[in-house]
């Protein structure tokens, strides 16, 4: 089979790239290591517990922001809730804060 473009790594960047351009009539492969895609954006599983390790909070969801454009772009925006946050949350120990 032949493809116009060929993406590696199906994190949120290569995902992006690839609906984009699939949206534009292109015939893309997106070529991942892992089992799922995501990249960072993921969970694992060690005994019992379940931990999300990637991004949890994005800032700025009004109608000039990159996201809402892209989910715009790709027909999107039906599917997905964008929620405002009233506060972000900190992480202190004894080496940050």
Do not use: W
Request: net charge neutral; glycine share 12%.
């Amino acid at each position: 089979m032949n493809y116009d473009i060929i993406i590696i790594g199906a994190g949120l960047g290569g995902l992006t790239a690839g609906a984009k351009l699939a949206k534009q009539g292109k015939k893309v492969l997106l070529i991942e290591q892992h089992d799922r895609p995501g990249g960072c954006a993921t969970t694992f599983t060690r005994k019992d517990f379940t931990f999300e390790v990637g991004l949890h909070e994005m800032d700025g969801p009004g109608s000039r922001d990159l996201k809402v454009k892209i989910f715009r772009d790709l027909g999107l925006t039906d599917r997905v809730t964008l929620l405002d946050v009233p506060e972000f949350y900190r992480f202190v120990n004894e080496r940050y804060d």
